[in-house]
Nanobody, 121 residues
Framework: VQLQASGGGLVQAGGSLRLSCAAS????????VGWFRQPVGKKREYVAV????????RYADSVKGRFTVSRDIAQRTMYLQMNNLQSDDTAIYYC???????????????WGRGTLVTVSS
């Protein structure tokens, strides 16, 4: 099972990016999926998680109102739309899938390769 995240890059503060995460097979079916990030020198933290089937979504306080998750079930792809990016959002972003609901990275079994988001001030 493979997850592939993409869409990172360099953006100025206040700008936007959209990350994508595609699954190689029906990984997301029945799973909780999420976006996480890890700034340099810091622990990995959750950004947003949601149930693939019911789309019950939770956002970290730091991104509420700025980031939005979505999914394309047919394409087995999920997205993270990031608006009004700030320098604190600079990190490697990862997508992941878990059997059970959690915001804790260690509970996630499947991980994609990270994609770097750099926000310049």
């Amino acid at each position: 099972v493979q997850l592939q995240a993409s869409g990172g890059g360099l953006v100025q503060a206040g700008g936007s990016l959209r990350l994508s995460c595609a699954a190689s097979e029906d990984t997301f079916k029945g799973y909780v999926v999420g976006w996480f990030r890890q700034p340099v020198g810091k622990k990995r933290e959750y950004v947003a998680v949601f149930g693939w089937k019911n789309f019950d979504t939770r956002y970290a306080d730091s991104v509420k109102g700025r980031f939005t998750v979505s999914r394309d079930i047919a394409q087995r792809t999920m997205y993270l739309q990031m608006n009004n990016l700030q320098s604190d959002d600079t990190a490697i972003y990862y997508c992941a899938a878990s059997v059970g609901w959690s915001t804790m990275p260690e509970r996630y079994k499947y991980w994609g390769r990270g994609t770097l988001v750099t926000v310049s001030s």
